[in-house]
Every structure is written in structure tokens, then in C-alpha cells.
């Protein structure tokens, strides 16, 4: 029987395997934030001991950092705190940081491919649920605790058991209008948040592969959503064109000698996946969700299900009354106040392009609050080389400087209570977005149709122009 992606990548990260126990895997990086970083030095300092490995371990500021006016104090004392502490950390502990304002600075997730410090067949860890999106390039990549940020600074390991796996194929051609979001929400939809329980998840498939690396970060970005410990993808020649001349990439001749090692990434033939789920490309259409789960998503021209029809229990009407829907209803035409381009799932300069796309020589609605947050500093230029934040201005949109944003409402990116959010984010939790905002999770291309109009808007007749 052959070998998984996943299993090739574990089996030559083991240090120790502990007999009826876990195993101790070696770690290749480790990305930190203000947030759950603080805590982990805190223990170091107790204990008296360094980093193991400073120069693998690379930090930015993101979750709590404003996104207007960065070259001001942040007024917020408890993230002023924050940032602050990282700084400080990272000076004490020489460790590479990437603090507001700097030129590679950014939402954690986004910087790490865009700078070449995500490679191929690596082991990946964050204190951030979403390291999943480096799976895109063919590593086994997760979030982790603040205990074992502690102990991935002493050791440059962790313990782990290993997990199960799920292969999920996507074959055919991708319908125009449907982007990798939608992908995922599909997919989500189907198969539930919580079936992934408990597995790394392979994503493959012709479709899978058609797509462009960022539309790849999107697809492992959310296989947290299903529950899972994290997504992967094979790597190919996309990947690698991608790593071409970035900041910490290999050299020219380096990159193609180690990237004839990384050859052998791919599920064998005979490997076997514990669980197995296909999907038709073609059945997908643009989504976007009712409730309060990621899972909880239909087809934008779709009507809400009805309780009978999925067996929805007390926490579906909870959910639609925390939304103010009902079943049976349609979600086109429901009036928006509130538009969200951003964070690590959806604020890379392709969704910018997309988004600009669709509200080229149009204007935007009146009564809707757009913000529009760059992933990166990165993005930001390109958004400016490209000529998109004119095309942005233009049509009444302002960008925002880089920060998680209004993904998580740790800053001050707040969804007011009551108000609904069209999000390109990947959450759409009860307050995620600030107590008591309403969260609709889409892509970029619904939300920029929704934007211009005033209301939930299928961009497909859109796209035909």
C-alpha cells in the first residue's frame, strides 16, 4: 500500500515516536502574532530558557492593529499592549518581526506564502486556527495553542497524535461566476461543520488543481471550517512558479534543485484515506450563507431551507432568529448595510481584481459601508501598481492599510448590532463580527455585486458584461 501527501511529510518530521502515545514531530516554522504569543514568552522568562530556534520562528503584528491612520499610537490600550509586548519579545529573543508599517508587514497567513517563508513538505505551526492555509503548498500546517507556542519556542517540536485522513476530489471545469469560496462553501454545505472532526483533509482533483495558488489558500484556509485539523494540497508547477523570486525564497538554482525533492509530494496511487468524498465542479454555484456556521450556506438564488428538509434541530431557529430569517425565504433582494473585502481567506490581490472587476464603471450603493482591508503591505502596492485602488475609488470605494480586521472584531473594525455584513471572511459566528452583527459569508464577486446594488445581488449577469 503507498503513502499519503500527508504521510510522507509526517513520517520525515518524526523525532520520536512514543509507544501507545503520541509522536514528537520536528517543526520547520513557526509563525507568532500579538495575540497568543505573549503568554508563551511569559512562560520562557519563568523558566528561564531561549528560543531554540529564533531564526525559524517569524512574527507580525495583525489581529489588533487598526487599519486607518497605522503610523499613529493605537488608541486601544489593551492592543497598544499587545503590540507592544510582541516587539518587545521579538527584540529580546531575536526573532524576526514584521511590526505595522514595515514593508512586509500583514495578516500572518498572507505574508508567509507572499514572502517565500512558506515552502513545500514543511511542518507549519501558529497560534491561529487558520495555519491551515499553508497547506496550499503541500504542508501539514495547523494552529496551535499558547502552551504549545511555548513549547515549539524550547523545543522546536510538538507532540502530536497523528490524525486521520480524508481525501475530497473536485473534478470538471469550474463554472464562470464560482470561485474558490464558493468551492468550499459547497463543499461545507454538503458535508457539515463538523465532519472533518479529527482528519487532515487532502484536496484534489482536476478542479482543485485548475485553481491559482490563492484560490488554493482560500480551500485550506477553510478546512478548519469542517472541523478539520487542518487541508493540504500537492504541490505542482503553479507552486513553484508562485515561490519564484520571493524575498526568503531559494535562489533560482536552489529552488529547482529542491524542488526536484519535493517531486515525491503526492498521495501514491494505492495510498489509502480513511474517508473518501467526490464532488462535481460543475453543480457548484455562487453561495452564500443564512445562519450562524459556515456549514449553514445555499446557492445565493437558493431559498433557506426548511427545518423538515435537513433536520435542523433548536439551534437552526436559534440561528435564524439571531439572523432574522425564516425558512423558506430567499436571501436575493434582502437589503445589505455592511461590506467586508479582507482577511487571511479572501485579501489577496486576486480578490481585489475580482472585486474590482465587478464594480469597474459603477458606483457604490449609497447606504453601504465598504471595507476594503489589504492582506498585506504587499497587496496594498500591488493594488496601487495595478491601478485597482483607482478603479476602487472611482466607484466610491476607500482601501483600508493591512490588519485582520473586521474578520474577528479585536480592532476596532466593529459590525454595529443588528446590522447584516457581507463577508469574504471565514467565520460568521454569533458576534464575530462585533455583539450582536450579522454575518453573511460570501466571495468576492457577491460582495461586490451586493455593494453596488444595495442588496444580496448574484454577479453572475454581472460577469456576462
Given amino acids: 500500500m503507498g503513502n499519503t501527501l500527508f504521510d510522507k511529510i509526517w513520517e520525515s518530521h518524526i523525532v520520536e515516536e512514543i509507544p501507545s502515545g503520541p509522536s514528537v514531530i520536528y517543526i520547520d516554522r513557526h509563525y ?58 521579538t527584540r529580546r529573543y531575536n526573532i524576526t518581526c514584521f511590526p505595522p508599517g514595515d514593508p512586509s508587514n500583514g495578516v500572518v497567513h498572507i505574508i508567509g506564502p ?21 497547506g496550499a503548498f503541500g504542508n501539514i500546517a495547523f494552529g496551535i495553542g499558547t502552551t504549545e507556542v511555548e513549547m515549539v519556542f524550547a523545543t522546536q517540536t510538538l507532540m502530536q497524535y497523528k490524525p486521520k485522513q480524508m481525501k475530497i476530489e473536485v473534478s470538471g471545469k469550474i463554472p464562470k461566476g464560482v470561485c474558490a469560496k464558493d468551492i468550499i462553501l459547497h463543499i461545507i454545505s454538503e458535508l457539515g461543520t463538523s ?25 485550506c484556509n477553510m478546512s478548519i471550517e469542517m472541523g478539520a485539523r487542518g487541508g493540504l494540497i500537492a504541490p505542482d508547477d503553479k507552486t513553484i512558479n508562485y515561490l519564484k523570486g520571493r524575498k526568503y ?15 515525491i509530494l503526492f498521495s501514491d496511487k494505492d495510498a489509502y484515506f480513511d474517508a473518501d468524498y467526490s464532488f462535481d465542479a460543475q453543480m457548484i454555484y455562487p453561495m452564500i450563507t443564512y445562519g450562524t456556521n459556515p456549514g449553514m450556506a445555499i446557492k445565493i438564488r437558493d431559498k433557506i431551507p426548511y427545518a423538515k428538509e435537513i433536520g435542523g434541530s433548536d439551534s437552526f431557529f436559534k440561528s435564524l432568529d439571531y439572523m432574522g430569517f425564516k425558512e423558506g425565504e430567499r436571501l436575493l433582494g ?43 503591505k504587499s497587496v496594498q502596492r500591488e493594488l496601487v501598481e495595478e491601478a ?19 474578520c474577528l472584531a479585536m480592532n476596532d473594525d466593529k459590525i454595529p448590532p443588528g446590522k447584516y455584513c457581507l463577508s469574504v471572511s471565514n467565520r460568521n459566528f ?13 466571495g468576492p464577486a457577491v460582495a461586490a455585486a451586493s455593494a453596488v446594488t444595495g442588496v444580496i445581488t448574484d454577479p453572475s449577469e454581472f460577469l456576462k458584461e
Avoid at 482543485?208 to 489558500?217: A, Q, V
Avoid at 525564497?249 to 517531486?263: D, R, T, V
Avoid at 454569533?430 to 452583527?437: D, I, K, T, V
Fill in 388 to 406: 485597482i485602488g483607482d478603479i476602487l475609488r472611482e466607484a466610491g470605494f476607500e482601501l483600508r492599510e493591512p490588519g485582520c480586521s473586521a
Fill in 114 to 134: 507572499e514572502l517565500g517563508l512558506t515552502l513545500c513538505g514543511m511542518t507549519i505551526v501558529c497560534g491561529d486556527s487558520h495555519t491551515s492555509t499553508h
Fill in 334 to 376: 434582502k437589503k445589505i448595510d455592511y461590506v467586508f473585502i479582507g482577511s487571511c481567506t479572501n485579501g489577496r490581490t486576486e480578490d481585489f481584481r475580482l472585486f474590482a472587476s465587478i464594480v469597474k464603471g459603477r458606483k457604490k450603493a449609497a447606504d453601504v459601508t465598504a471595507w476594503l482591508v489589504p492582506g498585506s
Fill in 430 to 442: 454569533e458576534g464575530r463580527q462585533g455583539p450582536g452583527a450579522r454575518t453573511l459569508l460570501c
Fill in 195 to 219: 465532519c472533518g472532526a479529527g482528519y487532515f483533509i487532502e484536496f484534489t482533483g482536476s478542479a482543485i488543481g485548475s485553481l491559482s495558488m490563492e484560490e488554493r489558500m482560500t480551500i
Fill in 249 to 263: 525564497s531559494p535562489e533560482k538554482e536552489e529552488l529547482e534543485k529542491i524542488s526536484k525533492k519535493w517531486g
Fill in 32 to 89: 507568532i502574532h500579538e495575540v497568543t504569543s505573549p503568554q508563551a514568552f511569559a512562560g520562557l522568562g519563568k523558566r528561564g530558557i531561549e528560543v531554540r530556534r529564533p531564526d525559524l520562528t517569524f512574527a507580525t503584528c495583525d489581529h489588533n492593529v487598526p487599519t486607518e491612520n497605522q503610523h499613529l499610537p493605537i488608541q486601544d490600550p489593551s492592543s497598544a499592549t499587545q503590540v507592544d509586548k510582541l516587539l518587545k519579545n
